[in-house]
């Protein structure tokens, strides 16, 4: 089982590295460590175990032979295209051993960034192989997976072995006298002495032993094969470069579609509110200029009645630009602001801002953002009776932090504002924990990157 924390020790993920949450398994009588030898998982990470000596002296025997072969024929031009044959095979033994931690391990890794060639042609694709760093990685685990494959299948089919075969002694050792010639398993013996294992109490320690052997196997293979996680992810991976690249790809599209998504809403809201009132307030305005002579009180009404709208106009456009960018958050910075919103807010909120200084703009928007959205929600859908927000740095992360008492179950993976408020965070490097148990608290923690102004 691996829980999986933020910077700061804040619950992210949870999961038992087959994807299965908390809740996601069925409930067992026996505790883990009395049923891990008779689990599926045991055995899966067993036979990973088995298979990895003979799939890695395939490995070890191809990547040196192709490279021995290629190195030395460098001084001919038979040696390029050798080596380019060796790296493009080890990067299809990368590809196996990818499928095989998946099956048996569960452990997802990303496909490396695949070859892009200069230009076409054989010359082109063997140059592009050649400096592939991928390439060279996948050479490195060939070589150091053999001699751990050596050790870790040797550990654990000995404890396997020992132990199940200890455990289950009291129903074979029969053997030893009717075919061996001897009273037992013999544990001791030179010229004059020898000392069997025959009599019931040796017989049930044996047994006893086994089954401590049996129950620590499964730890033992969990751990030998935890390096063999490391290995493969860590070598057959994308590099963090192209992982970092791949990533800020994805913020960049979630940025794009956040961004237009703003301004298909300030163009609604305008031409749905302000926009609609400001015609319906001129053709107001027309029909009291022709009845001014004819009527002059009904025109007095008609022009009061549109000084109204006026005012509903005004309020909604400063609503609208609040929306946008409020000049309180400009003028005064985050303590100001988040009081301001706080304010219109249907249940009693604190609002504490430890901060020494102001972040950056940009970091200083998203995180006023942030508490207003949630604040919303909290009106909206919590049914609390009070709230509470809190900001403060740690070293290079701002927090924020809102605390409501209301009836909780909030979640992020139900595609509910919440979902959209993590990806514009995460567009930004940041992280939304949600901690909402049904029935309450509710408590959302925002981690963004501190950027000094």
Same mark, same amino acid.
């Not at 038992?16 to 009395?34: E, F, K, N, Q």
């Not at 309180?328 to 009081?339: H, I, N, Y």
């Not at 930004?428 to 901690?435: E, F, P, S």
């Given at each position: 089982m691996t829980t999986q924390y933020s910077e700061y020790g804040e619950y992210t993920r949870y999961t038992? /590295?087959?994807?299965? /949450?908390?809740?996601?398994? $069925? $409930?067992?009588?026996?505790?883990?460590?009395?049923r891990a030898p008779v689990e599926a998982r045991a055995w899966r990470e067993f036979a990973y175990v088995?298979?990895?000596l003979p799939i890695s002296i395939v490995l070890f025997t191809f990547a040196v032979t192709t490279l021995s072969l290629g190195a030395g024929l460098l001084v001919t031009f038979l040696g390029i295209p050798v080596l380019a044959a060796g790296l493009a095979g080890c990067r299809g033994f990368g590809t196996v051993e990818r499928t095989r931690a998946r099956t048996?391990?569960?452990?997802e890794v990303a496909t490396p960034e695949p070859l892009r060639p200069r230009g076409r042609g054989a010359l082109s694709w063997m140059g592009a192989v050649l400096r592939s760093g991928t390439s060279w990685r996948h050479v490195l685990y060939a070589v150091l997976h053999l001699p751990w494959a050596v050790f870790s299948f040797a550990v654990a089919v000995a404890f396997w072995s020992y132990g199940w075969a200890m455990l289950t002694y009291p129903l074979w050792f029969w053997l030893f006298p009717v075919y061996g010639g001897q009273g037992g398993l013999q544990l001791y013996g030179d010229e004059q002495h020898q000392v069997y294992l025959d009599n019931p109490f040796e017989i049930t320690l044996t047994a006893l032993v086994g089954l401590l052997f049996t129950?620590? *196997?499964p730890w033992i293979v969990r751990a030998l094969t935890t390096v063999d996680r490391v290995l493969v992810h860590g070598l057959l991976g994308p590099s963090r470069l192209a992982s970092r690249v791949v990533e800020l790809e994805s913020d960049r /599209?979630?940025?794009? +579609? *956040?961004?237009?998504?703003?301004? $298909?809403?300030?163009?609604?809201?305008?031409?749905?509110?302000?926009q609609a009132r400001l015609v319906a307030l001129?053709? +107001?305005l027309g029909l009291a200029k022709e009845k001014l002579r004819e009527d002059p009180q009904a025109a007095a009404l008609m022009v009061d009645e549109a000084h109204g709208e006026v005012k509903t106009a005004l309020q909604e456009l400063r609503d609208l630009a609040r929306g946008i960018h409020p000049a309180?958050? *400009?003028?005064?910075?985050? +303590?100001?602001?988040?009081?301001s919103v706080a304010s219109r807010c249907t249940v009693p909120v604190q609002v504490e801002v430890d901060l020494t200084e102001r972040p950056a703009p940009a970091i200083e928007g998203i995180a006023y953002f942030t508490v207003s959205e949630l604040l919303q929600n909290v009106s909206k859908h919590s049914r609390a009776r009070s709230a509470s927000v809190d900001v403060w740095r740690v070293d290079s992360r701002l927090l924020v932090q809102v605390i409501d008492d209301g009836v909780g179950g909030a979640d992020t993976s139900a595609g509910s504002g919440l979902a959209g408020l993590a990806g514009r965070l995460d567009a930004? +490097?940041?992280?939304?924990?949600?901690?909402s148990p049904v029935g309450g608290p509710t408590r959302v923690t925002a981690e963004l990157p501190w950027r000094s102004v």
């Open positions: 038992d /590295g087959y994807g299965h /949450g908390p809740g996601g398994g $069925r $409930r067992h009588r026996l505790p883990l460590a009395l088995l298979l990895s048996l391990l569960g452990l129950l620590a *196997t /599209g979630v940025v794009v +579609d *956040t961004a237009a998504a703003d301004l $298909r809403r300030i163009e609604r809201d305008l031409h749905d509110g302000a001129a053709m +107001d309180v958050l *400009t003028d005064r910075g985050l +303590d100001a602001a988040l009081s930004v +490097d940041g992280i939304l924990v949600v901690d």
